[in-house]
């Protein structure tokens, strides 16, 4: 993805005309019968355990070549030797696949300056999508890797960016070009053009997929004329695995879809029943899984056990065929490592550093779907010295903006230098756990049950076709002794952990699991009891509040109120997406309460209160909010988002409530009755 701060110096920096020629497709009508996802890659892409190359700050393997610049603190001098040289290192670590961000030529226009340039060497606007950066290397040393790669059991994904350019891109072998303006591009204007770039990579070097970079810029329409083409390319074509069998390339796709569920959904995934795209990156679990094990990029964090289940549970608003991918981070988010420190929870001096990440590895690995590792994250990569937010003006040219940060010289030992204890103790124990994952198909495709969530722990029962398994990781850092009950976790006989071998007896129908601070267990359950896993009974919560500010017909009044801005709901809600919208507009209902209401889709949101120019502008106190329950109202800013969770459809109102002087008092959302 190509971030804000990078957009902005794109238009100061690149401004050049497309030249409108080559042929074009229309896109199907609505009622285009829909073309299901491939059932093999649904299939196998449960298993996939992807690891992240960012090519040009990852390795540098040939000193002749590379862009010498770029954002971040690298050398900037990766190359495609460097990742080939870099294989052992990455098998060895128990994943399966590698994405590399773009390798494709992109040529600089004339008289671009050096934030171009840095834009260059990120591959996220490129010029030639049918030819290899010569900083990177050639078409035989792509060859090459991506025939290595499959030796080694490892599926490769190269980076599609199908919705903008930098406005010089070269016609395709059969005379296509994208159309339209630069970013983002006209559809179905420029479909055939990138149907022949995400076709050509697999028949050519026999690539298993892409990564589909900002796909909300493609109709979803689009997608799936894309997807169909990527199958048939990738059942024309077959190479020789690991095993020696001899397959098709898997032909999955993967989109960045950088908002909430509901859009991701819109945006990516399509309805149920008519495909678009068949998997996405899980962005909203990311964000609870840095929250519970460090904090996000604006500092919150805090969370438990129960903010997981939350999450996952809102898994079944995606339409059926969607298959999520989990990440903790990648090139345009914060390390969790700067994240612990900028949370001032943990520098890697301390253990609890080390243990924090094992737990939110530890998550990756019970995930049921494919996963993603950002290179260094095995290791507890950090950038040292970065820790508070970096905002300046010199920031990205430093490699300190958030954004940036990321983009560090990869340390591979063997290659680029040696692990330091801690470092090779926690990639030993990525290895073990991606391993396990592996060779128990029910942590990534088994049907999940939360039988325990609360602030300290989080447990849930994996059930596969032949074996079932409970996953608990404790969210906190003291040490405990969690009591399971043996029919509410289907077990009748004694529970083994996986990893480190102990055996659990069952005591008076109960097992008494010991969990040090952020310890993950991963247990088999050796007698499962006939009636299965207990469901547990939803807990009767009540969305609808009480008093004035519960109520959706208090009348607006014509009265002055405290606040004289116009405040608005402003989020990432489908129908506004940060924007002012009329429709999202408070209105004084009189008692110093200002209220709105809208009809509301379920998922999680984030939100602040604002004015147009967002001077005033308000937030919840502690950053969270439950429907039917009042919270305490404080001045907002810059990251500091109500987070709340609508768990049915409705008509809600929303609430604010101020003294006669204008002080923030109380918020509420509620449903109406």
């Given amino acids: 993805m190509i971030t804000r701060n990078i957009k902005s110096c794109l238009a100061l920096a690149i401004a050049a005309s497309l030249s409108a020629c080559g042929s074009s497709s229309s896109l199907p009508s609505a009622s285009t019968p829909a073309y299901t996802c491939d059932a093999e890659m649904m299939t196998k892409a449960d298993d996939l355990r992807m690891y992240q190359i960012m090519v040009e700050s990852f390795v540098n393997g040939d000193d002749t070549i590379g862009h010498g610049t770029g954002y971040g603190t690298s050398h900037h001098k990766g190359d495609l030797q460097g990742v080939i040289d870099s294989l052992d290192y990455i098998e060895s670590l128990g994943v399966n696949a590698i994405w590399l961000t773009p390798i494709f030529d992109s040529v600089p226009v004339e008289g671009q300056d050096h934030w171009a340039d840095r834009l260059d060497a990120t591959g996220y606007f490129t010029s030639n999508y049918f030819a290899i950066d010569p900083h990177f290397g050639t078409m035989e040393k792509a060859r090459e890797l991506v025939d290595k790669a499959h030796e080694k059991g ?125 998997s996405a990156f899980d962005f909203p679990m990311r964000y609870r899984v840095v929250e519970t094990f460090a904090v996000n990029e604006n500092s919150v964090g805090g969370k438990g056990g129960e903010w997981l289940a939350e999450g996952m549970d809102l898994h079944k608003l995606n339409p059926d065929h969607a298959k999520p991918n989990l990440m903790l981070g990648n090139h345009d988010l914060v390390r969790l490592g700067d994240l612990l420190q900028r949370g001032n929870i943990a520098s890697p001096d301390d253990a609890e550093y080390w243990l924090r990440h094992k737990a939110a590895i530890s998550f990756q690995a019970a ?54 204890k801690r470092q090779a103790d926690l990639r030993d124990y990525v290895s073990e756990v991606m391993t396990l994952r592996a060779n128990h198909p029910a942590l990534s495709s088994g049907k999940r049950t939360n039988v325990m969530a609360n602030d300290a722990i989080y447990v849930d029962h994996k059930q596969g076709e032949n074996e079932a398994l409970l996953y608990m990781v404790s969210t906190t850092s003291r040490a405990d002794i969690v009591r399971l009950d043996g029919v509410d976790v289907g077990s009748e006989g004694v529970l083994v952990d996986l990893m480190s071998g102990d ?47 519960a109520q959706c017909d208090n009348p607006t009044v014509a009265e002055e109120g405290p606040i004289s801005e116009t405040l608005y709901v402003v989020g990432d809600f489908a129908d506004s997406n940060w924007k002012h919208k009329p429709r999202r507009a408070f209105q004084y209902k009189g008692d110093n309460v200002y209220q709105v209401v809208k009809d509301e889709k379920p998922g999680a949101y984030r939100m602040q209160y604002a004015s147009r120019d967002w001077s005033p502008q308000f937030t919840a106190d502690e950053l969270a909010l439950k429907p039917g329950i009042k919270g305490k109202l404080k001045g907002g800013g810059y990251g500091q988002d109500t987070a709340v969770t609508i768990p049915e459809e409705g008509r809600y109102v929303w609430s604010l409530e101020f003294s006669a002087e204008g002080r923030p008092q109380q918020i509420m959302v509620s449903k109406c009755e």
Wanted: hydrophobic fraction near 35%; charge should be negative.
């Fill in 154 to 278: 490892l599926y490769v994904f190269f980076d599609g960016v199908f919705g903008h350019h930098k406005g010089n891109v070269v016609p395709s072998p059969e005379g296509r070009l994208p159309q339209g303006e630069n970013n983002p591009v006209s559809y179905p204007e420029s479909l055939a053009f990138y149907q022949e770039v995400a076709t050509y990579w697999i028949k050519e070097l026999k690539i298993d997929g892409w990564r589909l970079d900002q796909a909300y810029q493609v109709p979803t329409e689009a997608w799936k004329e894309i997807r169909k083409s990527v199958d048939e390319a990738s059942k024309s074509v077959t190479y020789t695995n690991a095993k020696g069998e001899t397959v098709n390339p898997l032909g999955y796709m993967v989109a960045e879809i950088w908002n909430n569920q509901n859009y991701i959904n819109e945006t990516g995934y399509g309805k149920q029943g008519d495909p678009a795209l068949c």
């Fill in 367 to 420: 995930y049921t779907g494919p996963i993603t590792m950002y290179y260094g994250e095995e290791i507890g990569d950090q950038l040292d010295g970065y820790a508070a937010k970096n905002t300046d003006d010199n920031c990205a040219i430093r490699g300190l903006c958030d954004d940036h940060v990321a983009r560090t010289s990869a340390t591979v030992n063997g290659v680029t230098g040696s692990l330091n």
């Fill in 503 to 549: 055996r659990f007896k069952m005591q008076d129908g109960k097992y008494y699991i010991p969990m040090t601070a952020f310890e993950a267990r991963f247990l088999s359950i050796e007698k499962p009891s006939a009636a299965g896993v207990k469901v547990k009974a939803a807990a009767a919560v009540s969305l609808v509040g009480e008093g004035f500010m």
